[in-house]
């Protein structure tokens, strides 16, 4: 059997604009969302009106950005790694140089590590430049480790991956370090907006956030998470940009914050492992060079703007599909009449649904 390469179409479209202010940004763009689910463009497009609406739109503040790798290493003893852990931070300028040796963009920022037993799981901490970084990372990491390997005592080679990065799987630790783009997005909206737009209150929709996002999350035993569906908002961007859609794995975890302020709405979310890229595997396909184009992510830049500006507009579509989401939440049967009426349109009526 011959093997062809073929591409999945998954249907794509355009919704916004969203307005956008901030430490990276300051635009309106309308956004490309990858996705079956199709009510999730209106969706989002609802929380993009919302947007326009206020004069600041949504402010999203880069709060930090890192690309993690972990080694593990095996050690005759806990002492024994204990020491070379020691030794690994006295000597992170020369570490630094290692990784100078092996890439143009990687740069080793910090170093963390945790002993279990006769184990040394270290956990290398990078910026990448414009790429989302696994690869970057990767082979910095395995530079770094032969390094160890031949100027540190005691220690013999356990796997160049020690799971505690933590790569597309939801952990505590990413949340708590951070992996990728730390983002937060956040939009003050006045009631009569929430009233007119929106159809609900300030404080219907904190109730519900404490009650759903928070509570029910913490009974469901969720990690570093408390949203309704940021998963939802990511793929679909990150289907349409070029990005490894498995990091939705992580990326999907974070907080959503409301308060009612004397009938305003004050909406956030937080998200602390955006992973995107702007160069990389995935961006060669000719539809994600289109769409980085037109999201203003293709422009002559320093090394690692257009990545943190893809990053920015990524966490606000977030925001608009969770306010939207939310908002139609508090209200009996909007969620499933939209639902019927978006998803299953025509053919409902054949089968006498």
């Known amino acids: 059997m011959t093997e062809t390469h073929a591409i999945a179409g998954v249907p794509m479209r355009w919704v916004g604009p969203l307005r956008i202010s901030g430490n990276v940004a300051t635009t ?11 009510p999730l463009w ?14 600041e739109g949504i402010v999203a503040t880069l709060v930090d950005e890192r690309m993690t790798r972990s ?3 095996e050690a005759t003893d806990a002492q024994t790694a204990y020491v070379a852990a020691r030794a690994i931070d006295a000597r992170i300028d020369e570490l630094r140089e290692v990784v100078r040796g092996c890439s143009r963009f990687a740069q080793l920022i910090n170093i963390r590590h945790e002993i279990n037993a006769n184990l040394l799981f270290i956990r290398f901490e990078f910026t990448t430049g414009d790429a989302s970084g696994h690869n970057m990372a990767t082979l910095a990491s395995d530079a770094l480790l032969k390094h160890l390997l031949e100027t ?3 220690i013999s080679y356990g796997s160049i991956s ?3 990065c933590t790569d597309k799987k939801a952990t505590a630790i990413n949340g708590i370090l951070g992996r990728g783009k730390n983002v937060v997005t956040e939009l003050l909206i006045p009631r009569d907006i929430v009233t007119d737009v929106l159809h609900t209150t300030a404080a219907k929709v904190v109730q519900l956030n404490i009650r759903k996002n928070m509570l029910g999350t913490l009974l469901a035993g969720g990690i570093r998470s408390a949203n309704a569906h940021y998963a939802n908002m990511l793929l679909g961007f990150y289907l349409a940009t070029g990005q490894d859609a498995a990091n939705i794995v992580e990326g999907s975890q974070g907080v959503t914050m409301a308060e009612d302020r004397d009938g305003d709405l004050y909406f956030a979310c937080t998200l602390p492992n955006l992973i995107v890229g702007t160069v990389g595997n995935g961006k060669g396909l000719e539809f994600v060079e289109t769409n980085l184009a037109r999201l203003g992510c293709r422009v002559e830049r320093e090394p690692g703007e257009n990545a943190r500006r893809l990053a920015v507009i990524g966490a606000a579509t977030v925001l608009c599909g969770e306010l ?3 908002a139609a939440q508090t209200n009996p049967g909007e969620l499933m009449r939209a639902h019927v009426q978006l998803e299953r349109g025509n053919q409902t009526e054949k089968v006498g649904v």
């Open 324 to 326: 939207s989401l939310l």
């Open 42 to 55: 209106p969706s989002v497009g609802r929380g993009a009106k919302v947007s326009r609406l206020v004069k």
């Open 152 to 154: 540190i005592p005691g």
């Open 28 to 38: 309106e763009t309308q956004v490309p969302l990858a996705t079956y689910e199709t």
């Open 162 to 164: 020690g799971n505690y």
């Open 71 to 73: 080694v593990l290493v």
